[in-house]
């Protein structure tokens, strides 16, 4: 009957006929994942009725030609999983927020076949691990934020094709084991290093201070052990250093005097002894030094 019907309509009406079967794949998608949802109470605007397209559902934006470059929906209520995005259908997409929402499940290893992709953060949910090596490599990358989620296992390997990386943040997982030595020499323009809060363990990578623009790295709270390296002390860009509840030992070398650009140090809760010069940098506001 339905089949009838549509034959009827193509043969009064081709030209709707041919609107509705070229219908956007990037729209089919987005309704196919938004029916996938347990709440997407939200996304009332993601409707295909009219004659909007998506470019006008919330969240989405696209270019002239009409190819979605970014998906924006952090806090936006979301439950349910990522298995059924079609990232397929999104070959222009440059951006991928959805920060704060209630997504679980693996993130499929799909995603990372968006050629695109530039910034990406799923931080803040409870999802887990991709099989990591079933991902194709992501060197269009420069944001990943994947905080405060369920990931687990070593550091994730797909992050060294991340050749083009400049902020990083996988705080507060279950990740552990060590830093990969070639992280600096992979990703040399990282910026930003956030791996507090998890079990990453052995010692901290000289090789870090071959990062020539690293501004703010936090490395507290997991179970590195070994002495303060030396080497972060070469760091000239450095403004953020967190190595606190660790359980490294040892001096802190007197180099630390040269990190003129640093405005926050915390070492608390480890064993390390001496002392800290005097006037390095800028820690003068009470409280920078813990
Ligand atoms: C996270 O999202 C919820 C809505 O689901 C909102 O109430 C809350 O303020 C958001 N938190 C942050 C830090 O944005
Ligand atoms: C958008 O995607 C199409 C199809 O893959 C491609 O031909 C086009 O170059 C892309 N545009 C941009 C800006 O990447
Ligand atoms: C992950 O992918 C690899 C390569 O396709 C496969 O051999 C392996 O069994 C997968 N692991 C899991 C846990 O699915
Ligand atoms: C990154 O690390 C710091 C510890 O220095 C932590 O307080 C902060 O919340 C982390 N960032 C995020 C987005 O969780
Ligand atoms: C210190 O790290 C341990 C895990 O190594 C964690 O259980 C504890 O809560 C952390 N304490 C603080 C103050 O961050
Ligand atoms: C501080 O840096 C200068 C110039 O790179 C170097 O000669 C000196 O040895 C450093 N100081 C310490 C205590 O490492
Ligand atoms: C101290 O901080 C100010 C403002 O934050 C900055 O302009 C200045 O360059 C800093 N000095 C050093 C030595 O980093
Ligand atoms: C200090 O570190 C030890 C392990 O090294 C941990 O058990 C303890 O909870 C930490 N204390 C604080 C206040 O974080």
Excluded at 251 to 262: A, C, F, V
Aim: charged share 10%; hydrophobic share 40%.
């Amino acid at each position: 009957m339905l089949q009838h019907m549509t034959l009827l309509y193509a043969s009064v009406f081709p030209l709707v006929f041919m609107a509705c079967a070229t219908s956007n794949p990037q729209e089919e998608a987005l309704l196919q994942w938004k029916a996938s949802l347990a709440d997407a109470n939200s996304l009332s605007s993601w409707s295909p009725t009219g004659s909007s397209t998506c470019c006008s559902w919330l969240g989405v934006t696209c270019d002239a030609a009409g190819h979605v470059v970014e998906l924006s929906l952090p806090s936006a209520g979301l439950r349910g999983q990522l298995d059924s995005f079609d990232f397929a259908a999104f070959p222009n997409l440059t951006k991928l927020n959805l920060n704060n929402n209630s997504l679980v499940g693996d993130i499929p290893f799909r995603f990372s076949k968006l050629p695109n992709i530039v910034w990406l953060d799923l931080g803040s949910n409870y999802l887990t691990n991709p099989n990591y090596s079933r991902m194709s490599p992501m060197p269009t990358l420069e944001h990943i934020s994947m905080w405060g989620n369920k990931l687990g296992g070593m550091f994730p390997e797909f992050i060294l094709s991340c050749t083009n990386l400049i902020f990083l943040d996988l705080s507060k997982n279950a990740f552990h084991g060590p830093i990969p030595d070639a992280l600096a020499k992979m990703t040399p323009n990282l910026v930003y290093l956030n791996l507090s809060w998890n079990g990453f363990s052995g010692t901290i990578p000289r090789s870090l201070a071959q990062l020539p623009n690293l501004q703010d790295l936090r490395l507290g709270s997991n179970i590195f052990r070994g002495g303060f390296p030396e080497m972060l002390t070469t760091i000239s860009t450095l403004q953020f250093l967190s190595l606190s509840n660790n359980t490294l030992s040892g001096s802190i070398p007197m180099g630390i005097g040269n990190l003129t650009s640093l405005q926050y140090l915390s070492l608390s809760n480890n064993t390390l002894s001496g002392s800290i010069p005097t006037g390095i940098g800028n820690l003068t506001s009470p409280g920078a030094v813990k």
